[in-house]
């Protein structure tokens, strides 16, 4: 079955950079989607990334474009997200999301993704 699992979160300080990762199983990768998502205490969890997995291509929310990345790793079939200048407001639990999708218009909607990793505690403090 389709599983995925995060990892790297933890604290850092702000400015500074984390990878978080997202391991892959049971499903073909070239056929899917994976968006990142984060959902801070008490607000909604908010799409901040969709990686076609096919090329590689992706969509970034205004809020993280130009400071983080994603990218898959076909060695080991794992989806990275490096955050650089992190600040404050990037504190959240950070989920990976897989969908036989495009990363369509909506690719920002979390109810178009039928798998989710369990998330990883990301928390930027001085």
């Known amino acids: 079955q389709v599983q995925l699992v995060e990892s790297g979160g933890g604290l850092v300080q702000p400015g500074g950079s984390l990878r978080l990762s997202c391991a892959t199983s049971?499903?073909?990768?070239?056929?899917?989607?994976i968006a990142w998502f984060r959902q801070a205490p008490g607000k909604e969890r908010e799409g901040i990334v969709c990686?076609?997995?096919?090329?590689?291509?992706?969509n970034y929310a205004y809020t993280v474009k130009g400071r983080f990345t994603t990218w898959r790793d076909n060695a080991d079939n794992t989806v990275h997200l490096q955050m650089n200048s992190l600040k404050p407001e990037d504190t959240a639990v950070y989920y990976c999301?897989?969908?036989?999708?495009?990363?369509?218009?909506?690719?920002?909607?979390?109810?178009?993704?039928?798998?989710w990793g369990q998330g990883t505690q990301v928390t930027v403090s001085s």
């Open positions: 049971g499903f073909t990768l070239d056929y899917y989607v």
């Open positions: 999301a897989a969908d036989p999708g495009l990363c369509g218009s909506q690719w920002h909607r979390m109810e178009l993704y039928d798998y």
């Open positions: 990686i076609r997995l096919n090329d590689g291509s992706a």
